[in-house]
């Protein structure tokens, strides 16, 4: 096995961008906390470098649960980003279209040219 684990060329990503392959934009967020009149305040921020990126999103699976008193849904996604980005790591959440993802996976092509991140969303 080779370990090919993209089919676009490196130089492709511009003009597949420019054509509406990646139609979304999405924002990474890193967990802070920060003192508010010596309160630890815990809160999610902007990554700087990581704001407004190009990106398509698409759905993998989606699960309902019926629990006693409420019900759960599941759904998991997985955004294409335009560009490597080394920086983004599990521990980090990412917000398109008005939706919060936590990020369960990232992945880079073997070119250096495209960042995947699996996601997953929880509503209750």
Not at 33 to 51: F, Q, R, S
Not at 109 to 114: E, R
């Amino acid at each position: 096995m080779s370990g090919l684990t993209s089919i676009i060329h490196p130089g492709m990503t511009e003009a597949l961008a420019a054509q509406g392959f990646f139609p979304d934009t999405g924002t990474v967020q890193d967990f802070t906390v920060a003192m508010n009149e010596g309160d630890a305040v815990e809160t999610w921020a902007n990554v700087a470098g990581l704001v407004d990126l190009d990106c398509a999103v698409a759905a993998l699976t989606a699960r309902e649960i019926a629990a006693l008193d409420m019900d759960v849904a599941e759904s998991t996604h997985k955004a294409s980003l335009t560009a490597e980005y080394a920086a983004v790591t599990r521990s980090m959440r990412f917000v398109t279209g008005g939706v919060t993802y936590e990020i369960t996976g990232v992945k880079h092509d073997q070119q250096g040219t495209l960042t995947y991140l699996l996601l997953k969303k929880v509503s209750i």
